[in-house]
Nanobody, 115 residues
């Protein structure tokens, strides 16, 4: 079955960096787009970045220029490099894929940015 497992979250100071990983299994990873979302307490889940199977990436306005999404098809892993972190980046970060009409989510990893 499809599994997505995020890792790499933690506590970091303002201006710091983190790299999140999402290990995928149970499907042909190289053929599907992947996305990172985040959800802060009391807020709706927000799209952070997407990457197509061919590597084309898109970003939410709030992270453009600071975050970079990438994928390693040999390792079935998608990454999110987060630089110049701000307190408003504090959230649970989720990776997601869509196969047919079904969305699949990981369990999330907490990122906390202290001011």
């Amino acid at each position: 079955q499809v599994q997505l497992v995020e890792s790499g979250g933690g506590l970091v100071q303002t201006g710091g960096s983190l790299r999140l990983s999402c290990a995928a299994s149970g499907f042909s990873f190289r053929n599907y787009f992947m996305a990172w979302y985040r959800q802060a307490p009391g807020k709706q889940r927000e799209l952070v970045a997407t990457i197509l199977s061919g590597g084309r990436a898109n970003y939410g306005d709030s992270v453009k220029g600071r975050f970079t999404i990438s994928r390693d098809n040999a390792e079935n892993t998608v990454y999110l490099q987060m630089n110049s972190l701000k307190p408003e980046d504090t959230a649970v970060y989720y990776c997601k894929t869509q196969i047919g009409n079904s969305n699949y989510w990981g369990q999330g990893t907490q990122v906390t940015v202290s001011s």
